[in-house]
């Protein structure tokens, strides 16, 4: 069985090669280092998609380093380099456990646009918790497509995890409302919410989520106890637009990133965490089941930039 950082490492696999050879072909073998040099780690920082503004900060900061004889290799800048990474996701989860509920189950609503793997990760963190021994129950509240109900079935299946659902076309907040009342009489620990994909440009159906998140909080004062999004980290800084959006219709409390594996763009959650101030949960590291893990800013930082010491 991998250690967890291994698992964090295997999956990051492609953005940390891509950071470590642009690093050492920039540095590596020069006896002294430019500010052209800097400029061309910004670059590489920003193709990563850290963002702009981290980018800029971040080798601001080492040049400074640099200048006052505190990195002498390509190994030290890399250090530095995720150490301020973890510092940035740490902060933005400021220590925050997440939310459980006081009394029934812990409700937490899943978003996010098409094709990101809310579905799939639904069932993940299904089997993650269970594996822990508590009560899951699934609600598929992607009503717009009966392909998307029968899916979650498929996968409640799979893990042995039961499935509220509606006919299709059935009103999305009414199947909610239904999936609370079922869990609290079977006395679910938690219940995972899945919603429709949507793109964050379309009002009427980020309209509808909201409806979702004020129904569940008839249902159960409190509910929902967590709202995260799903981030498919290959679209890179297209990620910062869907984040906004998204916030704004419902207060996000936390991230799930998956995909991780199959990109070089893996920096994509930096700057959703430092202008939102919302933690990662959970990376999506792999396609298999235990490749879903809960997240670790430190494990994250030194894997992306192969800085373990």
């Known amino acids: ?5 291994n698992i964090f490492k295997h999956g990051l696999q492609k953005t940390a090669t891509t950071l470590s050879r642009g690093i050492q072909g920039i540095f590596t073998g020069k006896k002294s280092w430019s500010a052209e040099d800097f400029e061309e780690l910004e670059a ?22 640099y200048d006052r004889g505190l990195i002498a290799t390509d190994h030290d800048l890399r250090l530095i380099l995720a150490e301020d990474i973890r510092a940035i996701l740490e902060a933005a989860a400021n220590g925050k456990p997440i939310a459980t509920a006081a009394s029934g189950p812990t409700v937490i609503l899943l978003v996010g646009v098409n094709g990101t793997g809310k579905t799939t990760t639904a069932a993940k963190l299904a089997h993650l918790w269970q594996q822990d021994g508590r009560k899951v129950m699934l609600a598929a509240c992607d009503t717009f497509r009966a392909a998307a109900v029968e899916q979650l ?37 938690f219940l995972l919410i899945d919603t429709a994909g949507r793109q964050h440009t379309r009002k009427t159906l980020m309209d509808e989520l909201g409806k979702i998140g004020r129904t569940l909080g008839k249902a159960q004062p409190g509910a929902p106890h967590e709202v995260w999004q799903i ?28 995909k ?6 893996g920096g994509s959650l930096v700057p959703i ?7 990662v949960r959970f990376a999506g590291l792999g ?13 994250f930082a030194q894997a992306l930039f192969e800085a373990k010491e």
Not at 153 to 177: E, L, Q
Not at 178 to 187: E, H, I, L, P, Y
Not at 260 to 265: A, E, Q, S, V, Y
């Open 231 to 258: 981030i498919d980290a290959s679209i890179g800084s297209n990620a910062i637009c869907q984040a906004r959006e998204f916030s704004k219709t419902t207060p996000l409390t936390g991230l799930v990133i998956t």
């Open 44 to 65: 590489l920082l920003i193709q990563a998609d850290l963002g702009v503004q981290t980018a800029s900060e971040l080798c601001r900061d080492l040049k400074s380093r």
């Open 153 to 189: 079935i498929h996968w409640g299946r799979r893990v042995h995890c039961p499935v509220v659902s509606g006919k299709p076309g059935a009103d999305a907040a009414a199947v909610a409302y239904d999936a609370v009342t079922q869990a609290q009489q079977q006395g679910m620990d």
């Open 273 to 279: 965490c430092r202008e939102l101030a919302v933690p």
């Open 260 to 265: 991780l594996d199959g990109t070089g763009r």
């Open 1 to 5: 069985m991998k250690s967890l950082f």
């Open 287 to 299: 396609e298999q089941m235990h490749d879903l893990q809960p997240f670790r800013a430190d494990f």
